[in-house]
Structures are given as structure tokens and as C-alpha cells.
């Protein structure tokens, strides 16, 4: 298709509507039917409906079909609809959040969980999944960390990238799906945790730490950029010149198609700059919006607003071209309903292969907290399984759109099913829900596994918290039966950072996040010690509400505190809190007892053209086998600006047998030594750098290197 030419041929009306995407029901509905309602509301009329050039969200081959076919009855150049949706961790088949999903460590996961998602999604008819979202965070006041890839740019960059290129590798059968990075710009620094909130952080910040997400998936060929709802610098990101521009443009080099977030374009009038819809759509175009989602704003005003000359038919066709060239790459011109397929749907929706990865990766992503030996349960013979999530099926968690829920099964079901004699199994919130003879169970089990957490309506968009603190109720549970001088095990299920301090006297801590739709084999594999605990915290978690932000890679200050156990009384700190963490960024243990030792680097002095090979050996002690992360930290003690304490730049995770040692090597590069300063551009100081490698952020090993 050459959309040169097909360009040429539309009219004003067909350009405005491309840049259009509404939901199914403007098409679905029987639009003479539409006495009152959106179409009426939006003062929208046939022509402009079957003018649009995207669909958000379409739940079958069956719909998407019907879809197509009506429009492009009625479409007078057939240009095909795209069709968009959300597809955050899975499509039919849920993985892991990706919160959780970071937490492997394993940038694979994150590959495999869009690799499965891009073949069922596919054969629904979908085309661009609004994913990877790609904002760093640090708050867990926000609800949204749940789909985040955490707090760390590096972690963050490799997921991201990794999901971006399982989306869009075409695969032998034909299915991908093109990946749609969101919430350009840095929607996670809203103040306080609250979503929509204002984000005010500065240049530097933004090049050096909330861009990178963004930036990865760009590079890994990310078709689509959503902007964010939130302002920066006082301007909404839909309608940002100097985002849109001057960084996505011109500093990033993406060159595919930016779609606004839902209804965004039109809440820049709430916003307060916007003056109207009008406005916004001038606006919009004039910064670089290409699709407006879910308002109307194009669709009423673009049409006037070029013929009257005030915004340039050259910008629209601008944006016409991206679209379509978007189009055409998909072989829709060819195939109006590629991807569609009803028999591959019936096949591949749930398919074993894919519920079988779903556990695989599940399995990566629990972080054991803490453990005095009373995991694995080997030798366990009673169980009691109590606390609001014991029976539950609903495990897979926010933005699990369309996957099955009742097909889940719950961690009573797998616990029974692995042969477990489980005593009680009984979901309650807090110890009223228990009456006398389940108390006389719970004391007679000689384990007792408490599942808190949160429910996934907690967690995800618009569920912003002022407290992470487990539930009163939760908590007043756990404390009835530590009071009863029971062995407790603590399962976790949540979305975000929790304050676990009260659960100090817990025998075991598993954070098991939300993990989708084999979330309670993952755990009871895991409870049971058929699988060995490798995840690690990609969030810090904080002791107390007054922490937050607290994260692994703050700058310096000018009074560091020099000894938490005894603070100097001019240094930076609480008067009643420790500075420390309750678990740092990347900590996780495992029923293996790794070491890591013997570190060596390849030369000490290098000039920026060279390359510094460091290696580090894992020993696995036992008692099993299992996988390490190897963490490389980087300090800059002196620097142009004031460079982080110290920063995660590298991971590696590694299998070893029981007894097994492995030499573990990595390549430091001067890209690892730079960082970006508040206009964009790359900088790296010459001098003496730091160097910490090890399997736990309070075990590394530390050497020294200057660049010359
Ligand atoms: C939502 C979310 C965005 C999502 C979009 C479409 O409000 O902010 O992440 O992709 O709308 O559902």
C-alpha cells in the first residue's frame, strides 16, 4: 500500500478521523437507535464514526470481525481499523504482574510472558497492546507500582526492552503484537503517591532516572508511546512541546505513533490550561499528539480548526502517515483481519504450553523475606491454612482484562492436591472469622500458614493508599495465632511495598505478589521445596509511612550518616526512625546457602575506549539446587554532579547445582560510567569509581578502578 498515494486521496473528514480511537459500542450500537448517550453527548454522527481510524479494547476474533466488517462496509477508502487494548500480564493466560515479574531478576520472564500474551491476544484480533508500562517508581503510596519494573532504572530498562521485543518478534505461526510503551513522561513521580497527581521533578531527574524505561523500549523498537495524565513542568504530557518533541522526537528518536491516555487530551481543560475542546485539539496536534483516545476533541473541532488555518494540514498529515505506516506494517491493507482466527483461538486460549510458562515463570518471581528454617515444609505433617486469601481463586491480580479467573485454582486446592494434610483451610480477614473448633485445628497443626495481603481492587490504577500497612484485621489475626505459640508461615499477596514490621516474629515471609493464573502451584511448589526461592525486592521496603521515597540509589547529601547505631547529631537522619530499610532493594534469600567470593577485575586503570572484564565466583553450599542473582553496584564518588550512593548497572541470574561453584563475569564499558545530564545529553567524569558486586545488597564485595 503505498500511503503516499492513499494519502491523497482522503478527504479532511477521513485524515481528522484516523487520529480518532473510540470503544467497540460506537460501532457495535445501532447508532439511529442512539436517542441520548455518548454519541449523542459527543454530538458524534455516522460519518465521523466510521471515520476512525482505532478501537480501544476488543474482547474476540468474533467481535473484532464483526467490527471490521461493519466499518469497512461503510468506510469509503477501507482503511482498516487498528485494534488496541491492555494486555499488561497476559491476555487469557495471566503471568505475574510485572512488579512481580521484576522481581525474578530475570529480564526472560518478562520476554516470555509477552511472547504468550502476543500469540493469544493476536488471534483475537488484537494488534498494539497498551504495554510495557515503563515508569520508574519509587512511591508505593501509588497503586500503579503494581505495573511498574520497580525503582531501579537498570532493572527497569532491561524488562521493559525484553517485553517490548516478545511483543513484536514475529513468531513461526505469524502472532505479535506491537508494543505500546506508557506513561510518557514520568507519571510515577506523582506527588505523594497520588495518582493523576502533579509531578514536579526536574530535567536532570527526568534524563537521568525517569526516562529510561521509556528510552529502553523505544530502542527495542516499541511501535507506540502513550503520554501520561500528569503535567510536567505545568504542562500536561498530552499536550507537551518539549516532551513530545524535543525528547521523544528529537533526544529518543521514536519515530512510530504517540496516542494520548484515556480521554488525557480532553482533561487538559481540567487541567486548567486547555481552554476548551478546541483548544485542546490545537493544542494536542501542535505538540505532536498523533491519536486521541476516548475523547473527541479531534473529531469535533481538527477538521475547522485546519480548514481555518489555524493548525497545518502539514501536521495532520504527519500524523496520518504514522498511523497508516503503522497500518501498513501490520499488513492490514492486505488483511483488514490479520491475527483474527477463531480456531486458533478455540486452541490456543489457556493452552497447557501456556499455563505450563505462566508456572515457570511464577516460580522466578516469589521473594523469600525471611525464613528460620521452617520452609521448606518437608517434614510437615499438619497444615492450617488461614487469612483472607486461603481459598481464594482470584490470583491474578489489576489489568488481568480478560483472563480467566475461575479456572484459577486456589492454594488450598494445589496444598490438598500435593498431598498436604491440611486440617483447616478457610478464608477470614481477621479472628473473628474463626470460631472455636477452627482455633482447636489451628492449634493442633504444627504449622500454621497465614495469607494476607491485599485484595487486587487495592491495588492497580486509581488505588492510591496513605497507609501500607497491612489491615488492622490481618494483623490482629497474626497476633492471635503467634499468641497461640504457633510456627507461622506469611504468604503475601499485593501489588505493592507493604510495612511488614509487625510481622517480625513470623517463622517464614514469602512475598508472592499477584502471579497469575498458576499462582497457587508456584507458591505450594515452593512452600513445599519443589521450587527454591530466587526472586529479589525490585522496590524497597520501607519500616514506616515516613520513609517513603526511600530507594536504593539516592544521591549523597553533604552530612551522610557515617553510623546508623549512632547517628551524629548534624548528619542525615530521623530523630525516630532508623535510615535503613526494612528490606532493601534486591533482597531475597533462598533454601540454599550461596557465597559469593574470589572477586576479580581484569585491570584497575582504563581509558574510556576500553573495556574492564570483571568476574566474581557463586558457590552453592546446598542443600539444593537453585538460582543466584549476581547484583554489580557502581559508585561515582566524584562527579560533575552528585552521583548516587551507589546504583544497580548489572545483574545476572545463574543456576547451580548443590555444590556447585560458577565464575560469573561481566564487562563494564564506558556506557556504564555515564549518566545523563538535565539537557539530555550523556556525561561521564574521568577519576576513581567503585566498584560492589554480590548475591545481597548487605553482601558485596567491593573493589576499585579509575578511568583515565
Ligand atoms: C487507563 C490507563 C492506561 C490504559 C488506558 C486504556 O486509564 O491509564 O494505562 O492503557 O486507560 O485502558
Not at 496536534?285 to 493548525?311: C, F, N, P, Q, R
Request: charged share 25%.
Amino acid at each position: 500500500m503505498n500511503i503516499h498515494e492513499l494519502l491523497k486521496q482522503m478527504t479532511l473528514t477521513e485524515k481528522v478521523g484516523q487520529l480518532a480511537q473510540l470503544s467497540p459500542f460506537f460501532l457495535l450500537q445501532e447508532l439511529e437507535k442512539e436517542a441520548a448517550g455518548p454519541i449523542r453527548e459527543l454530538d458524534l454522527n455516522e460519518q465521523k464514526i466510521f471515520s476512525i481510524g482505532s478501537i480501544l479494547g476488543i474482547g474476540s476474533a468474533e467481535d473484532m470481525i464483526k467490527v471490521q466488517t461493519r466499518y469497512l462496509e461503510k468506510s469509503r477508502l477501507r482503511i482498516p481499523l487498528l485494534f488496541m487494548g491492555d494486555i499488561i500480564h497476559g491476555y487469557k493466560t495471566i503471568f505475574p504482574v510485572p512488579l512481580g515479574l521484576a522481581a525474578s531478576f530475570n529480564p526472560e520472564c518478562a520476554r516470555e510472558t509477552a511472547r504468550v500474551s502476543a500469540r493469544e491476544a493476536s488471534v483475537a484480533g488484537l494488534h498494539m497492546t497498551f504495554s510495557p508500562m515503563a515508569d520508574l517508581v519509587r512511591d508505593p503510596r501509588w497503586g500503579r507500582v503494581v505495573e511498574s519494573f520497580g525503582e531501579s532504572k537498570h532493572l527497569l530498562g532491561a524488562f521493559a526492552a525484553a517485553m517490548v521485543e516478545g511483543y513484536q518478534t514475529p513468531q513461526p505461526e505469524g502472532y505479535r503484537l506491537s508494543a505500546c510503551v506508557k506513561h510518557f513522561a514520568a507519571y510515577g513521580a506523582a506527588e505523594a503517591g497520588m495518582d493523576y497527581n502533579t509531578v514536579d521533578i526536574s530535567r536532570l531527574s527526568l534524563h537521568n532516572h525517569y526516562l529510561a524505561g521509556y528510552r529502553e523500549a523505544i530502542r527495542a523498537g516499541a511501535k507506540g508511546v502513550m503520554t501520561a495524565f500528569n503535567v510536567f513542568e505545568g504542562l500536561p504530557c498530552t499536550i507537551n512541546d518539549y516532551l513530545l518533541k524535543d525528547v521523544l522526537r528529537d533526544n529518543l528518536g521514536f519515530t512510530g505513533v504517540t496516542i494520548s491516555d484515556y480521554a488525557s487530551l480532553f482533561e487538559t481543560i481540567s487541567h486548567g490550561v486547555a481552554l476548551d475542546l478546541k483548544d485542546a485539539a490545537r493544542r494536542g496536534l501542535s505538540a505532536g499528539l498523533d491519536i486521541e483516545m476516548a475523547s473527541v476533541a479531534y473529531l469535533t473541532h481538527l477538521e475547522k480548526l485546519v480548514a481555518a488555518g489555524e493548525v497545518s494540514e502539514a501536521l495532520l498529515d504527519d500524523a496520518v502517515l504514522r498511523i497508516l505506516r503503522l497500518k501498513a506494517e501490520l499488513g492490514l491493507f492486505d488483511n483488514p483481519f490479520r491475527g483474527a482466527d477463531l480456531a486458533r483461538q478455540a486452541k490456543l486460549m489457556l493452552h497447557p504450553d501456556h499455563l505450563a510458562s505462566a508456572e515457570t515463570v511464577a516460580k522466578e518471581c516469589l521473594v523469600l523475606l525471611e525464613n528460620n528454617g521452617v520452609l521448606p515444609l518437608v517434614n510437615t505433617t499438619t497444615l492450617a491454612l488461614i487469612g483472607p486469601f486461603a481459598t481464594a481463586k482470584r490470583t491474578s491480580g489489576p489489568w488481568s482484562w480478560h483472563g480467566y479467573r475461575d479456572e484459577n485454582t486456589s492454594l488450598a486446592e494445589a496444598l490438598a492436591r500435593a498431598g498436604c494434610h491440611l486440617l483447616l483451610a478457610k478464608s477470614g480477614e481477621g479472628p473473628e472469622a474463626y470460631d472455636e473448633a477452627d482455633y482447636r485445628q489451628i492449634r493442633d497443626a504444627e504449622v500454621v500458614i497465614l495469607y494476607l495481603g491485599e485484595a487486587a481492587t487495592r491495588s492497580g490504577e486509581a488505588r492510591s493508599l496513605t497507609d501500607i500497612g497491612l489491615p488492622h484485621e490481618q494483623l490482629a489475626l497474626y497476633g492471635k495465632i503467634r499468641e497461640l505459640g504457633k510456627k507461622t508461615v506469611v504468604l503475601l499477596q499485593n501489588g505493592r511495598p507493604l510495612l511488614l514490621a509487625p510481622l517480625a516474629q513470623a517463622d517464614a515471609i514469602l512475598e508472592t505478589w499477584f502471579l497469575g493464573s498458576r499462582a497457587a502451584e508456584a507458591i505450594a511448589a515452593t512452600l513445599l521445596g519443589e521450587n527454591n526461592p530466587s526472586g529479589k525486592l525490585p522496590m524497597t521496603f520501607p519500616r514506616n509511612m515516613g520513609q517513603i521515597p526511600i530507594y536504593h540509589d539516592r544521591l549523597r547529601t553533604g552530612r551522610p550518616l557515617k553510623n546508623e547505631d549512632r547517628p551524629g547529631e548534624f548528619e542525615a537522619k530521623y530523630l525516630d526512625s532508623r535510615n535503613s530499610p526494612l528490606y532493601p532493594f534486591a533482597h531475597g534469600k533462598s533454601y540454599s546457602r550461596f557465597e559469593s567470593h574470589d572477586l576479580s577485575l581484569s585491570k584497575h586503570r582504563l581509558t574510556s575506549g576500553e573495556l574492564l572484564e570483571m568476574t566474581i565466583n557463586i558457590t552453592n553450599h546446598g542443600p539444593r539446587s537453585g538460582m543466584a542473582t549476581v547484583l554489580v553496584y557502581l559508585s561515582d564518588p566524584q562527579a560533575k554532579i552528585s552521583r548516587p550512593v551507589q546504583e544497580l548497572i548489572k545483574f545476572k541470574k545463574v543456576h547451580l547445582e548443590a555444590g556447585e561453584t560458577q565464575a560469573v563475569s561481566f564487562t563494564i564499558t564506558l556506557a556504564d560510567l555515564t549518566y545523563h545530564l538535565g539537557d539530555g545529553t550523556l556525561s561521564y567524569d574521568p577519576g576513581k569509581f567503585t566498584i560492589r558486586l554480590g548475591l545481597s545488597p548487605t553482601d558485596l564485595k567491593e573493589a576499585e578502578f579509575t578511568l583515565l
